[in-house]
């Protein structure tokens, strides 16, 4: 998942929540974190287009594991199978697992995506409008009873798709790495310790999330 590694030139979407009220109480209740907004200046977070929770889980479910432009190839194979389309459920679960596996596709993503297609038939993945009405937790447990889909995969979506205020990736490693460099002398935290130190960040553990990948890049060039 796309974490925003370079600043747009202009924002694309618009966030749900308030960023700069989210920055504004983030210092107040973190001073450490404050001085890494300093440094790191305003937040950036774009969101991207969520055509359906369909569609984007089953890219994630493709990427995972892949180098971006290793990904990008399969998907496009896969895709090719259906005419440079999105393939609908329907489709996919009428695919031979060969062709699938002839895109690029191992086995084991065969069949994730197979059983995501099923779930989505059965009606048991949201739309759109229904997980704005559910809770980020109640998200994570429909969507990660698909195959293949874990807590991580969903909160990416939360984060990156729905723009969720208070999503905190606790094994996320880039998160962790973050949060070792300005909080722990380096030392990487277990989950547990990121997630009893992050309640300070509530309700805005996203945005805090979003500065911890921050952290690991280098100073802009002035």
């Known amino acids: 998942m796309a974490r925003n590694r ?14 700069e009220l989210s920055i504004k109480e983030l210092r107040r209740a973190d001073a450490k974190l404050g001085k890494l907004i300093d440094k790191v200046g305003p937040c950036w977070l774009e969101l991207q287009h969520m ?5 984007s889980l089953m890219e ?4 995972q594991q892949l180098t971006g432009k290793a990904a990008a190839t399969i998907f496009g194979r896969v895709k090719g199978l259906y005419g440079e389309k999105f393939p609908s459920a329907l489709q996919l679960l009428d695919t031979a697992d060969d062709a699938l596996r002839g895109a690029g596709l191992s ?3 065969v069949a994730a995506i ?3 297609a099923l779930k989505a038939e059965q009606g048991a993945i949201p739309g759109v409008e229904e997980l704005n009405q559910m809770s980020d937790e109640d998200i994570v447990k429909a969507l990660t009873a698909v195959r293949g889909v874990g807590e991580w995969t969903v909160q990416m979506m939360l984060i990156f798709k729905m723009g969720r205020p208070d999503v905190l990736p606790i094994n996320d490693y880039g998160v962790r ?23 300070r960040w509530r309700p805005w553990r996203t945005v805090a999330s979003w500065y911890m990948w921050r952290a690991l890049e280098p100073p802009a060039a002035k």
Do not use: C, M, Q, R
Request: charged content about 30%; aromatic content about 12%.
């Open 107 to 109: 086995g084991a993503k």
């Open 177 to 199: 790495k973050g949060y070792g460099l300005i909080f722990n002398k380096g030392d990487l935290p277990t989950p547990k310790e990121l997630l009893k130190y992050g309640e």
């Open 6 to 19: 370079t600043a747009p030139k202009e924002a694309k979407a618009t966030l749900p929540f308030d960023i």
């Open 60 to 63: 994630s479910i493709v990427y």
């Open 51 to 55: 055509h359906s929770p369909f569609e």
């Open 114 to 116: 197979k059983d995501l």
